[in-house]
C-alpha cells in the first residue's frame, strides 16, 4: 500500500514540535526560550505557539526561572511497558477535549491490514455516536471517515480495497459507482475536510480530516444530527486545527 505524496508528510506544526522536544530532551536541566529559537530556527513567534502547545499537553513543562524540561506525557510515553497504557489514556483525553470543542462526537481512525479501525472515540449524552447500522469497514465509501482513509492512499491501494468492498447503496446520497468514487476522491484536495451528508446514515452528517504520523494512514472524524448541519463545516475546521496533539502522541 502506497500513500499519495501530499499526504506522505506530518503536518509542519508536528515536525517542527518534534525538533522543539528533541532540543528540550537534550537539556536535563531546562533551557530558555531564546535558546531553543537559536538551536531549533523557529522564529520566537511560532516557538511560543508550539511551547504553549506542548505545554498544555504536558509535553513539556516550564519552569519557575523561565526554562523549558521535558514533561510527564513525554516521559510516560517513553517508558517501555506503560507507553502502550500512557497514549491510550493521552488518546482519549484528547478526544474527549476536541468532543467539547467541537461540540460532536469526534472519532480517531485508521488504515491498517487493508481494513478501517476506528481506534478510539468520545460521545456523551449530548453528542452521541453514529448508529453503526452498517459495519463501518464496510462503508468505506459512504462515510466521511472512509473516504478520508481511501483519500490518503494511492490509486491502486482503492482499487484494492473496493475490489474487496461492495460500494452498497446506504441512502439515497451514497455514491455507488466506482468510477465517480474514484473521481471524487482524486479531486478532493488534502487540506479540505471530506464530508458525509447522510451518504451513511440518514439524519447524519459527518467530517473527516487527514492526521499523518510517518507513513500511517489516520483521521480524525466529528458527526453531527442532520438539524446541526449548518455547524459541520466550521465544526470540521476547528477539528483541523485542533489536530496537532493527536498527530504528536502518534509520531512520538
Known amino acids: 500500500m502506497a500513500l499519495r505524496p501530499e499526504h506522505t508528510a506530518p503536518f509542519h506544526s508536528v515536525r517542527y514540535a518534534l525538533r522543539?522536544?528533541?532540543a528540550i530532551a537534550a537539556h536535563r536541566d531546562g533551557v530558555t526560550e531564546s535558546a531553543?529559537?537559536?538551536?531549533?530556527?523557529?522564529?520566537?513567534?511560532?516557538?511560543?505557539?508550539?511551547?504553549?502547545?506542548?505545554?498544555?499537553?504536558k509535553y513539556a513543562e516550564r519552569l519557575t526561572d523561565g526554562?523549558?524540561?521535558?514533561?510527564?506525557?513525554?516521559?510516560?510515553?517513553?517508558?517501555?511497558?506503560?507507553?502502550?497504557?500512557?497514549?491510550?489514556?493521552?488518546?482519549q483525553r484528547t478526544l474527549a477535549d476536541l468532543r467539547d470543542t467541537v461540540g460532536a462526537a469526534v472519532y480517531l481512525g485508521r488504515y491498517q491490514d487493508g481494513e478501517l479501525e476506528v481506534a478510539g472515540y468520545a460521545d456523551s449524552p449530548a453528542t452521541p455516536a453514529v448508529n453503526?447500522?452498517?459495519?463501518?469497514?464496510?462503508?468505506?465509501?459512504?462515510?466521511?471517515?472512509?473516504?478520508?482513509l481511501l483519500g490518503q492512499l494511492d490509486h491502486n491501494g482503492r482499487?484494492?480495497?473496493?475490489?474487496?468492498?461492495?460500494?452498497a447503496r446506504?441512502?439515497?446520497?451514497?455514491?455507488?459507482?466506482?468510477?465517480?468514487?474514484?473521481?471524487?476522491?482524486?479531486r478532493q484536495p488534502?487540506?479540505?475536510?471530506?464530508?458525509?451528508?447522510?451518504?451513511?446514515?440518514?439524519?447524519?452528517?459527518?467530517?473527516?480530516?487527514?492526521?499523518?504520523?510517518?507513513?500511517?494512514?489516520?483521521?480524525?472524524?466529528?458527526?453531527?444530527?442532520?438539524e446541526h448541519a449548518h455547524r459541520l463545516r466550521r465544526a470540521a475546521e476547528t477539528l483541523?486545527?485542533?489536530?496537532?496533539?493527536?498527530m504528536l502522541s502518534l509520531a512520538i
Not at 446514515?201 to 492526521?211: D, E, M, N, Q
Open 20 to 22: 522543539v522536544l528533541e
Open 190 to 226: 488534502p487540506t479540505v475536510p471530506v464530508l458525509d451528508l447522510q451518504e451513511y446514515a440518514v439524519g447524519t452528517v459527518c467530517a473527516a480530516v487527514p492526521v499523518t504520523a510517518g507513513s500511517s494512514v489516520g483521521c480524525l472524524a466529528l458527526s453531527l444530527p442532520v
Open 67 to 91: 526554562g523549558y524540561v521535558v514533561g510527564e506525557s513525554l516521559v510516560l510515553l517513553g517508558s517501555g511497558g506503560d507507553r502502550e497504557r500512557a497514549l491510550d489514556e493521552r488518546l
Open 36 to 57: 531553543l529559537s537559536r538551536e531549533t530556527g523557529l522564529p520566537p513567534g511560532h516557538l511560543a505557539h508550539l511551547l504553549a502547545m506542548l505545554c498544555r499537553e
Open 240 to 246: 483541523s486545527r485542533k489536530a496537532a496533539p493527536v
Open 132 to 148: 453503526e447500522w452498517v459495519d463501518f469497514r464496510s462503508a468505506l465509501h459512504a462515510t466521511a471517515i472512509g473516504k478520508c
Open 170 to 186: 446506504l441512502t439515497s446520497r451514497t455514491i455507488t459507482d466506482e468510477k465517480v468514487l474514484l473521481n471524487t476522491l482524486d
Open 159 to 167: 482499487k484494492d480495497h473496493l475490489a474487496r468492498h461492495r460500494t
